[in-house]
T-cell receptor, first 116, second 115 residues
Framework: NAGVTQTPKFRVLKTGQSMTLLCAQD?????MYWYRQDPGMGLRLIHY???????AKGEVPDGYNVSRLKKQNFLLGLESAAPSQTSVYFC???????????????FGSGTRLTVV | AQKITQTQPGMFVQEKEAVTLDCTYD???????LFWYKQPSSGEMIFLIY??????QNATEGRYSLNFQKARKSANLVISASQLGDSAMYFC????????????FGRGTSLIVHP
């Protein structure tokens, strides 16, 4: 049981280049999320999805696009990378909004992206 | 305004002592949940403990307990008998029923356990 898998784990981009980060989960979770983590800022939500074919903006969506064509995959795209997008990106997934602790959020191991 | 506030950027504790990490939250939703996650230097996010807004008792999970004071809107994490392996970043998070259960995270507290 792999849980949430993020690829790649590390990447260096030049300013203006594009790339796609892939998040795959095998837990049949409805909800999927993309966060970025910057020092002193915690985790900030970029985009999220509440089901296949649906996406929504989070707190810091500018410069990113997402797609969820299949329930198990959530892709994060950077069309024209900027140094401000240097960060660690985390994908997470969960079942739909239940209240108990068991149904928390499963995180991937993160992608460290550097834009030079 | 921040929904989750962690006012301690860094904390130090002696091994085997207890430590409290502070978390206050802001919501008008009567149905919400509070989480704590641990992020060691390896980077993974590890779920520690959960408290629902309607839970009558404070949550406990082994050495972790959540001091839930609803009127004060605080959800402090208490780690008893600290171990060297507890050195990590700790994040408090909240999800609200009215917010589609999307979690919001605080900025984190870095805990260092001294031998």
């Amino acid at each position: 049981n792999a849980g949430v898998t993020q690829t790649p784990k590390f990447r260096v981009l030049k300013t203006g280049q594009s790339m796609t980060l892939l998040c795959a989960q095998d837990m049949n979770h409805e909800y999927m999320y993309w966060y970025r983590q910057d020092p002193g800022m915690g985790l900030r939500l970029i985009h999220y999805s509440v089901g296949e074919g649906t996406t929504a903006k989070g707190e810091v969506p500018d410069g990113y696009n997402v797609s969820r064509l299949k329930k198990q995959n959530f892709l994060l795209g950077l069309e024209s990378a900027a140094p401000s997008q240097t960060s660690v990106y985390f994908c997470a997934s969960s079942f739909w909004g239940v209240s108990k602790s068991n149904y928390g959020y499963t995180f991937g191991s993160g992608t460290r992206l550097t834009v030079v | 305004a921040q929904k989750i506030t962690q006012t301690q950027p860094g904390m130090f504790v002696q091994e085997k002592e207890a430590v409290t990490l502070d978390c206050t939250y802001d919501t008008s939703d009567p149905s919400y949940g509070l989480f704590w996650y641990k992020q060691p230097s390896s980077g993974e996010m590890i779920f520690l403990i959960y408290q629902g807004s309607y839970d009558q008792q404070n949550a406990t999970e082994g050495r972790y307990s959540l001091n839930f004071q609803k009127a004060r809107k605080s959800a402090n994490l208490v780690i008893s008998a600290s171990q060297l392996g507890d050195s990590a970043m700790y994040f408090c998070a909240m999800r609200e029923a009215g917010g589609s259960y999307i979690p919001t995270f605080g900025r984190g507290t870095s805990l260092i356990v001294h031998p």
